[in-house]
């Protein structure tokens, strides 16, 4: 009940913009629209007002033709795009929530090329950015008033669509942020130098947001500390705050920076850092100030958000991944329902995972996130059938949930005595505990949905016989791959599950072979290092943890290198003998030894266990087959594959 959260569902007002609760879904590039809004992201975001958010902020909007960031991005550059914004301003008005619009220009932050060719890219002076590789070129004069004028003819035609408010993004090292960092702003005019001309490009584009825009609110996105060496400290940000807060509405407060590999693992921080760990960089802004400030960054439950601002801390919480997560997490906290939220478990696989590739925004947890055309309503079952879902991981779990809200007969049979499969090793991984929120989530699921779970049951084709059931999906996952290799049997060879189930008597050094590159090998490596082994981590690619979003390989990458892990990439698994493991270079060919080693952790991927569904195969029952048992994958695609089943049952 509202009782529970006093704070979190209490009305603010942010310049002349009532809002009715303080959940904020941040601006986020979701990937679903080009040029303007269209249909998909127009529901994306009424999901998210019907679900309870209290303001919306939709993601960057590119105010001048030098703003190319990457494909996929929104732009509002001729009044021939008002009715696409209008529309996407009504599904959140209808809803009761507010909608601000966020006004972008990356600088020197190109993400990606257009046409195949890296655009120029513009900045303040010549000072390259390290993340990306790219040296940009000066602004001339000229160039920097027709983009202050640029965010103003945006502004100026989204009000006209009727946006609530502004956001200008001064964070994470784009551009204004750029102009006002006096080690990347190196300029000696009217636009750089001392303090009062870097804050100038700030001031002015507000000022010609506010022209444009009379009477709606505007703020300003900063980066409590931009978390680099050469990025703006949070010393500077208390400076340049205090100085603007004249002139804005409200400050949005995040962490990190695009210039650099550890500086942007903020910006979409993963489950190793700690929830809300940006409140203290709002909080001395907070203090500083007489406007509202947002805080982002780990908010992942309401009872998290209350505190933040019951502590004053900050005034609203941007639950972005919560909401991306749990759309209705807003709704459901109100009511007073908190064991039913899903909660975001920060895992940045399907996020901003899906978004690095050029993809439409997704979760993990919830695949209708992104897909909210195609999964707009769940269809009851026309008949009642009996379903039987052999398999307790995330796509077993999904599978049983779904089939069961539509009104099947559902049990699931899970051969251990805990639910979770590959999941529940997740999360005993450093850093990877959170991991095992999508085990409590999904049961949660399975119990409100009514589905009927039997734990320590091993399904054979006998007992399916017996059961008779109309539908049986195989959801029995796959066990750890382990190949033949010179040595396997002489050496002392153990695999990573044997590690985190603790059946391996692991010795000081330890050799890890790790075929995926994704967490297991990575986790492997800093629980062992934690433990005081000694530990070479040999990596089949070209960097450690390569298959897993930038943001999460680069935190765990750094983790792994404060603890001394030796890492080895472009090694193929050869051999193994007593005390040496042997690997060959996979560009060169030419053998790598890691001598003294007393063990080898294999972490070579997976095999399916499709025992089940080549017994079945001979019998006349309907079968449909999911997840690591088709194919090994990941808990993403075990998900969506769960809730196609169930949606098909």
């Known amino acids: 009940m509202i009782e529970m959260f006093p704070h979190l569902f209490s009305g603010i007002k942010i310049g002349n913009c009532d809002i009715s609760n303080r959940i904020v879904s941040t601006g986020h590039h979701t990937y679903l629209s080009d040029g303007s809004p269209d249909e998909r992201l127009v529901a994306y975001h009424e999901a998210r007002a019907k679900g309870g958010a209290g303001l919306i902020v939709s993601e960057i909007v590119a105010v001048h033709e030098t703003a190319g960031f990457s494909r996929d991005l929104l732009k509002a550059v001729d009044r021939g795009v008002i009715p696409d914004y209008a529309r996407l301003v009504k599904v959140c008005h209808d809803n009761g929530t507010r909608i601000f619009a966020q006004l972008f220009h990356p600088g020197r932050e190109i993400l990606s090329a257009w046409g195949g060719m890296l655009p120029v890219a513009w900045a303040p002076s010549a ?31 989204l009000a006209e669509a009727g946006f609530d408010g502004f956001e200008i993004v001064a964070s994470h090292g784009y551009l204004p942020a750029q102009f006002l960092n006096p080690r990347v702003n190196l300029r000696d005019d009217d636009y750089g130098g001392d303090f009062a001309r870097r804050m100038r490009f700030v001031r002015e584009t507000v000022d010609a947001v506010r022209q444009a825009a009379t009477g709606r609110a505007v703020g300003l996105r900063v980066s409590g500390s931009e978390m680099d060496a050469d990025g703006l400290n949070d010393e500077e940000m208390l400076d340049i705050c205090t100085a603007i807060a004249g002139d804005v509405d ?53 009872q998290v958000a209350e505190q933040i601002i019951a502590q004053g801390q900050a005034d609203l919480c941007g639950m972005t991944r919560a909401l991306i997560c749990d759309p209705a997490m807003p709704a459901k906290a109100k009511a007073g329902a908190i064991d039913d939220i899903r909660a975001c478990i920060g895992c940045n696989q399907a996020c901003i995972g899906r978004a690095h590739k050029g993809l439409g925004i997704s979760c993990i947890q919830h695949p209708e996130t992104g897909r909210e055309l195609d999964f707009a309503t769940l269809p009851p079952a026309h008949e009642r059938k009996r379903v039987l879902v052999v398999g307790g991981g995330p796509g077993g779990m ?73 539908l049986v ?40 072979a790790d075929w995926r590159s994704d967490w297991i090998g990575l986790g492997l490596a800093e629980r062992l290092a934690t433990s005081g082994c000694s530990v070479r981590l040999c990596t089949n690619a070209a960097l450690a943890g390569e298959t897993l979003q930038l943001y999460t390989r680069n935190h765990y990458v750094g983790r792994v290198h404060k603890l001394g892990v030796e890492i080895i990439t472009h090694a193929r698994l050869f051999g193994a003998d007593e005390d040496t493991v042997y690997f060959q270079d996979t560009l060169t060919g030419e053998p790598v030894l890691c001598e003294g080693a ?52």
């Open 250 to 302: 409200y400050l949005s407060v995040v962490a990190g920076t695009s210039a650099s590999l550890g500086g942007s693992v903020h910006i979409v921080p993963p489950m190793g850092l700690d929830h809300a760990y940006a409140a203290p960089l709002a909080a001395a802004i907070k203090s500083a100030v007489d406007i509202p400030v947002v805080v982002t960054g780990r908010v992942n439950q309401p």
């Open 473 to 512: 999906v195989v959801a029995t996952g796959a066990q750890p791959y382990v190949p033949t290799f010179d040595g396997v049997e002489g050496a002392h060879v153990v695999t990573a599950w044997d590690v985190l189930e603790g059946r391996a008597n692991i010795g000081s050094r330890v050799v890890i």
């Open 598 to 649: 007393d063990t080898l952790v294999l972490a070579l991927g997976h095999q399916s266990d499709s025992a089940l569904e080549s017994e079945l195969a001979g019998m006349n029952v309907n079968v449909v087959s999911i997840g690591d048992c088709v194919a090994p994958r990941t808990a993403e695609e075990a998900v969506y594959e769960g809730l196609m089943a169930g949606r098909g049952a």
């Open 398 to 470: 999904k599978c049983a949930a779904i089939a069961a809200e539509r009104g099947h007969d559902v049990t699931l049979c899970e051969a251990e005595a805990q639910l979770g499969g590959q999941a529940r090793l997740a999360c005993q991984l450093p850093g990877r505990e959170e991991f095992a929120g999508i085990i409590g989530n999904l049961e949660r699921e399975m119990q409100l949905a009514g589905a009927t779970v039997e734990r320590g049951i091993s399904v054979t084709a006998q007992l399916v016989a017996n059961r008779d059931p109309d």
């Open 127 to 157: 000072v390259p950015n390290e993340r990306f590789h790219i040296m940009p070129k000066p602004m001339p004069v000229r160039l920097i008033e027709g983009i202050i004028a640029g965010y103003g003819q945006t502004a100026s035609i």
